[in-house]
């Protein structure tokens, strides 16, 4: 089973063992949301279904209001993530079933795949890994390709599980704001890039900044020269000198919208240090709510 990262070689393996296996592309581009579904179309790994961030990945936003509809979405933010029973329900459409290993790869560096690795885990679906180094790692490994649409499968009824991941909420992040020790102790690391977090720049949401007290690791952090993740230990030493002797446990990532934090919660597993928690909502949702603190710098 696999449950964080495969290789090109693993997956090419993996697909003539015959075992159930359930390939994703999730290639996409924030600022042409249509560029990733044409770059799967062209080219993809064999079988391989297409899953975009706005339609399946995210809870449908109201086109004047900008927000889900109430009771359609499990966190707030630009990528608000539908309910757990609406997520299984198109995993069910797609011809998942549980127990199944769910492979997940897209060209952009992990940055939109870890979205769908982390949401399998979220309905309590454990085997699912990232293809390390992409798109890319496959076509540098001699992998098969195939074009065209997705392929029509067999609808499934796909269960909900008890949650392999945590879910935290701009509730409990508020709560636990400046809590470094005890049972509330929270480290929050933001993964959007340096200006951004510093409040130089912000392209994509109303207010710059960041969180009071988050830490900064930019998610391509850790991706090495390679195109793939680094090795754990460099990750491991890495992630302990930013945390400073906080408690690994006590990490919440976030971003700007709760995709690109995956990345840093994926490297943090990969090097041993415990499955941590996501603040889906993230940035977008902390500077849109009336009151929320805001720091720069």
Not at 20 to 31: G, K, M, Q
Not at 95 to 122: E, F, H, I, P
Not at 162 to 185: F, K, R, Y
Not at 243 to 260: E, F, K, N, T
């Amino acid at each position: 089973m696999y449950t964080t990262l495969i290789s090109a070689e693993q997956l090419q393996t993996l697909l003539t063992s015959g075992q159930p296996c359930l390939v994703f592309d999730c290639s996409f581009d924030l600022t042409n949301p249509q560029t990733g579904e044409a770059q799967y179309t062209e080219a993809h790994v064999p079988g391989a279904l297409y899953a975009h961030l706005d339609r399946h990945l995210s809870a449908a936003k109201d086109p004047v209001s900008g927000k889900a509809a109430p009771g359609t979405a499990a966190s707030g933010g630009r990528h608000p993530l539908p309910t757990r029973e609406a997520f299984a329900a198109w995993l069910g459409s797609v011809g998942l079933t549980n127990g199944t290993q769910v492979v997940v790869y897209d060209r952009q560096g992990a940055n939109y795949c870890g979205r769908l690795w982390w949401m399998l885990k979220w309905v309590g679906h454990d085997n699912v890994a990232v293809l390390d180094g992409g798109w890319q790692a496959w076509q540098a490994a001699g992998g098969a390709v195939q074009s065209g649409p997705s392929t029509q499968i067999s609808m499934t009824n796909y269960a909900l599980a008890l949650a392999c991941t945590t879910l935290a909420t701009i509730e409990t992040v508020a709560s636990s704001l400046n809590h470094s020790v005890g049972d509330q102790a929270q480290t929050l690391i933001d993964a959007r890039a340096a200006p951004r977090f510093r409040g130089e720049v912000e392209p994509l949401d109303p207010v710059a900044g960041h969180i009071p007290g988050a830490l900064n690791r930019p998610f391509a952090q850790n991706i090495g020269a390679d195109g793939r993740f680094k090795p754990a230990e460099q990750l491991k030493a890495e992630f302990l000198a930013l945390l400073g002797g906080r408690d690994p446990a006590s990490v919440v990532h976030h971003c700007g919208s709760g995709v690109s934090a995956v990345p840093n919660m994926l490297a943090m597993e990969v090097a041993g240090l415990g499955r941590t928690a996501l603040f889906a909502g993230s940035w977008s949702e902390w500077c849109n709510t009336p009151d929320a603190p805001i720091a720069q710098g």
